[in-house]
């Protein structure tokens, strides 16, 4: 089994992504969960580029990581100048980072034409850059931009830039497809080049040669290329987690460090810490702020979420037999959606997941009323509360704590002033009707409101313990006008649990209403009286 | 060039999707937009497994298509009986749809543990189901489910039931990665083996052996699964638009089609047409109404987005510097993120483009009031209408035809009865005054027709070609219930033109308000009086 070294620079090239943005703080959060995770390298950013991550850099320093070196970003030094000359450098070599990742021209086309600087100066920056802060007892990592679109422009220039930084005493040789646009096969090619070319000329040097991978994703290939520059004997892959980065995002450490360690036996993580994979993917888009990916390979709440009526009960019997890999092996799990492709064994499945007791019920009947229901445009997969009532409905289980007798909404806007709604609910119940009025900011929050207001009078307890947390608005299909149906969906929550309820309808207070309506029956008819 | 036949499975397996729910309305929209982009094959669904599926299948018999087959795709026979007793095949061959794609086990694990059939009939049902439906005058595709994993539990038995299939009279065999587990080395070894093994097998035949590619993106591979396929000389490539799918979903046909046309020389799709890609996700998308996705290659929003300084200014001197291709070959474009001069030109680009007379605006306090109102939730991408309104107020320009005095609107609900809506406004015209009232499908609905109805007694001409085509609604922030803050979308139309108002409030009511009177505003803004 080969080990192989993990470089995160989720807070360097990963806060590149648009929408992305790491406050310092967050940064040696993120920091602290990578170490933990046992990350071998993390590259926290490029001191003296901006204030953040001088900030950073300078708090890391009172800061003792269990398992990763701390790398610093920068560039090499400029045209005409001498390393310690140059005030970027000076500034990283300031940050006190242990490790030193430096990035260097291999582009011919990028040197001559964008840097306008001549081909042999470059080498000169690379070499004296390296060799500068190896002097300083740095340990150098070196990044080739542009290392594939360069060496197929002028190859032999490509590999003279390696030789530089090799010579200069840079520990590894990171190939980068800065442009993300190379495939595999021509990843494949260049790697063995590579390989051939410096075994031949450094065949005598006592250091083993080190290549890494630093792969970007415009072409959905981020993976491929990564795991293809491993199979070619890469010893470092650089990626982020989650893909973050920017354009298309960078190679995505929650596939690579799996697929890795699960399918091609190279050893980069323990399994207890695989184990931790989906948190830490979740701590990160947390932390910065972006919904996380359902569809994520492996991490993502829909990894391992099945649909079709036919897969359920095959993965009941058979887990591989729609399952590529054991979820919890990084700490996912196996989810059953209800939906119109539902077949009997979903509805029994969720039932059983959901506690609910299926006695006395025909679940092809429940699934022809969910088939018949979604035709409607009522999605089952979102509204598990609406689920669970349905199905006690149809077991004529079903004891409602309360019933409308009628309600009214009013919105009211004068000239130049916003709109005032007040609602006027009217209920039934066990222990007698009630009559509420309440105001809210739009029509739905005074119906809220108000028939809170009212449920309060009988079940106090109940209601001082929920609340709504999520409302969402969907038209189902726009060609009415403004008489398109709208799915409504609420989400709801007590101390204990968050349910979700949906209600659909042509008319938006309709579908509020029931949606409403379900999340209060689902919280009264789940407690005692 | 090879030419390569493009399957799009958006309707069926794409629509396994979690949150991906299709009518049959949306996916005859879908159909007709595959077709128009010169898709091969276009399969809708499984008719008979579902009303939704049987629908569009019926629907589809009176569309003759400009450039695709139609598709029905479903199982081989059921064990122990002949394909023409099966109802599920009679219903597949009801639809009448040209081509049958059938799927069939190729997995002793999944033949024998979860179908609980035996190796020997399940040859049996594959070769007579495809011969059935060849009888029949049918073009039959074979998707043979989890090949790549039988092939390796038993490479023997799946090759045999390849041949059950090819002898039954497929036209295509396609290879099925349906766990998305498989890494790309090993798809290109059972390729190989499979070519041989067939090329050995049916030397003598005349029919020309097709092998084409199924794959799921379960290890993040499933774009490079698809293409190391299509190196080892598969002529079909099935997938589907954004890569919607079960999971983390199918082959993304988005990055696909880009990939063999731009950079491996595999014809097929025009440069006019690839120059659509970017529209036909974005209408994908809108239709399943899941937000795009912004990272996504060739065809998100981020794709060909720049952020770092450094990267901007190389760009500008030389696109291939940061740009591994032409954005606009697969109708994206260059942005350039978080940059006042870039907002600026991006409003007079706008402006010029609408034909917005800028004579007296300070485009910078333009660009400055609309980065506030997109802080508040508001977005003129998608609104040029009130992007036009707005420049029209800060240039002092704006002459409203109508103002607001004040409006009521009502929803009343009885136990057992649906909800009622009506609306009064009144207006202030240079015409004078007019107070109307109407009903409507809802409150949005009930103000649109009141609105109207007062409208029409001053300007009867406009308001008689003017009508709203559509209304989205989109939560812009959950947490706070029902109180969170709603953006409405309104697209209106008349003979000539379509144009798109937006809105943002806690409040639905005052948001669609917003909407509506810009729209109304725009149309009478634009007429002589």
């Not at 990592?141 to 090799?166: P, Q, R, S, V």
């Not at 399952?323 to 077949?343: F, T």
Request: proline share 4%; charged share 25%; net charge negative.
């Amino acid at each position: 089994m080969t080990s192989m070294l993990l470089y995160d620079t989720t807070l360097r090239d990963g806060a590149q992504g648009e929408h992305i943005n790491f406050s310092a703080e967050d940064k040696m959060k993120i920091a602290l969960r990578l170490d933990d995770m046992g990350f071998h390298y993390i590259e926290g950013g490029w001191p003296g580029a901006n204030p953040k991550d001088t900030a950073f850099f300078e708090a890391a320093r009172s800061i003792t990581f269990k398992n990763a070196k701390l790398a610093a970003f920068g560039s090499t030094c400029r045209p005409g100048m001498k390393p310690g000359d140059d005030p970027l450098l000076k500034a990283l070599a300031a940050s006190e980072a242990p490790v030193i990742t430096l990035f260097g021209k291999t582009w011919d086309l990028h040197i001559e034409r964008i840097m306008e600087n001549t081909l042999e100066e470059n080498l000169r920056m690379i070499r004296e850059s390296v060799a500068w802060f190896v002097s300083l007892g740095r340990e150098v990592i070196y990044d080739a931009e542009h290392f594939f679109d360069g060496y197929k422009d002028n190859g032999e220039y490509a590999l003279e830039t390696l030789t530089a930084a090799w010579e200069g005493g840079a520990e590894v040789l990171v190939l980068c497809d800065t442009n993300g646009g190379s495939l595999p096969h021509e990843i494949e090619t260049v790697m063995e080049d590579v390989k051939v070319w410096l075994g031949d000329r450094f065949s005598g040097d006592a250091r083993p040669i080190k290549l890494g991978i630093h792969a970007h994703n415009d072409a959905s290939l981020a993976v491929a290329n990564t795991i293809t520059a491993v199979r070619c004997g890469a010893v470092m892959v650089q990626g982020t987690i989650n893909g973050y980065g920017e354009r298309c995002g960078n190679a995505d450490l929650t596939s690579i460090i799996p697929v890795m360690q699960l399918k091609m036996d190279v050893d980069c993580m323990s399994p207890e810490r695989l184990a931790r994979m989906k948190s830490l993917s979740r701590f990160v888009s947390e932390t910065a702020n972006v919904p996380p990916l359902n569809s994520r390979p492996f991490v993502g709440k829909s990894a391992f979420a099945h649909k079709g009526g036919a897969h359920v009960s095959a993965v009941l019997k058979e887990p591989r037999g729609y399952e590529h890999m054991v979820p919890e092996l990084v700490g996912n799990e196996r989810r059953v959606i209800m939906s119109d492709y539902s077949g009997k064994s979903n509805v029994t499945y969720k039932a059983r997941e959901m506690g609910i007791d299926m006695e006395g019920v025909d679940s092809r009947e429940v699934v022809s009323e969910i088939k018949r229901l979604e035709q409607e445009g009522y999605q089952f997969e979102a509204a598990e509360g609406s689920f669970r009532l349905l199905v006690e409905r149809m077991a004529g289980r079903f004891k409602p704590r309360f019933q409308l007798k009628n309600f009214r909404v009013t919105v009211e806007k004068d000239k130049d002033r916003h709109c005032r709604s007040h609602a006027v609910v009217h209920i039934d119940t066990p222990f007698g009707e009630e009559m509420s009025a309440a105001s809210g900011d739009g029509p739905v929050s005074a119906l809220d409101n108000a028939l809170r207001k009212a449920l309060e009078c009988f079940y106090p307890r109940d209601m001082a313990h929920m609340q709504l947390v999520d409302y969402k608005v969907r038209v189902l299909d726009g060609s009415g006008g403004t008489a398109s149906k709208v799915r409504v969906l609420i989400d709801s929550r007590d101390p204990d649990t968050i349910w979700s309820t949906i209600g659909v309808s042509e008319d938006i207070i309709e579908a509020s209403w029931q949606a409403l309506a379900d999340s209060f029956h689902y919280k009264l008819g789940s407690s005692e009286i």
